[in-house]
Structure formats: structure tokens, C-alpha cells
């Protein structure tokens, strides 16, 4: 019976030990998370608006060029098309595929050791 008291003692040290360190942990993954989605979507709003920027003005370049000519209004549908094609191939390309990194691998992979730790102690 001590055994087992000693061992529940054992097991709560471990644990209280551990958990300043896991709060820790929990507090720098999310600050890693925020500051990188931070990057991206600043990066992909200035990367969606040049594009967009360069598409209408290329757009427009082509109906201008065929302005005077009787090309005019295939030039026209045929800017409509390709802008609608790229839209298809963006939306497509924007569905991904596979998981996306978990934000507490490191956590989890920490808590699993000490289980361990905690089941050999056992």
C-alpha cells in the first residue's frame, strides 16, 4: 500500500512539474501560429490585388489593341473567358489536398512522452 502511495506521489510530482512547462509550450505555439498567419495573409492580400490589378489592365490592353478592328467583341468574350478560366484554375488549385500541420504537434508530442514516463513509473 505505501508502494502505491509513493508512486501517486511520484506521478503528481511529474505532472505538476510538467504543466507550467506544457502552459508554456501551448502560449509559444500559438504566438508562432498568429505571427505566421499574420505573413500569409498580408502576402496573399498583396499578391491577389497586383494580380487582380494586372489582369484587368491586361484585360483592357487586348480591347483596346482590337478596338478599331472587327475583332472587337471576340476580343471582349475572349478576355471574359480567360478571366473566368483563371478564376476555375485558382479556385481548383486553392482546394487543397492534404492536412494541414497541427499548431500543437509539440505539445502533443510531449504529453505522449511523459504518459510513457508516467505508465513506466507505474
Known amino acids: 500500500m505505501f508502494e502505491t502511495i509513493?508512486?501517486?506521489?511520484?506521478l503528481a510530482a511529474i505532472a505538476l512539474e510538467r504543466a507550467?512547462?506544457?502552459l508554456e509550450l501551448i502560449?509559444?505555439?500559438?504566438?508562432?501560429?498568429g505571427q505566421s498567419l499574420?505573413?500569409?495573409?498580408?502576402s496573399f492580400v498583396i499578391v491577389?490585388?497586383?494580380?487582380?490589378?494586372?489582369?484587368?489592365?491586361?484585360?483592357?490592353?487586348?480591347?483596346?489593341?482590337?478596338?478599331d478592328t472587327p475583332y472587337r467583341a471576340a476580343a471582349?468574350?475572349?478576355?471574359m473567358a480567360c478571366y473566368a478560366l483563371i478564376a476555375f484554375v485558382a479556385y481548383m488549385?486553392?482546394?487543397?489536398?492534404?492536412?494541414?500541420?497541427?499548431?500543437?504537434?509539440?505539445l502533443r508530442d510531449e504529453i505522449r512522452q511523459d504518459v510513457k514516463?508516467?505508465?513506466?513509473v507505474v
Open 48 to 67: 491577389m490585388l497586383f494580380a487582380a490589378l494586372s489582369l484587368i489592365f491586361l484585360g483592357l490592353a487586348i480591347i483596346i489593341t482590337c478596338w
Open 117 to 120: 514516463l508516467m505508465k513506466d
Open 6 to 10: 509513493k508512486k501517486a506521489r511520484r
Open 93 to 106: 488549385g486553392s482546394q487543397d489536398k492534404t492536412r494541414p500541420a497541427s499548431t500543437f504537434d509539440t
Open 20 to 22: 507550467d512547462d506544457y
Open 76 to 79: 471582349a468574350w475572349g478576355v
Open 27 to 33: 502560449r509559444i505555439s500559438v504566438e508562432i501560429q
Open 38 to 42: 499574420k505573413k500569409r495573409i498580408i
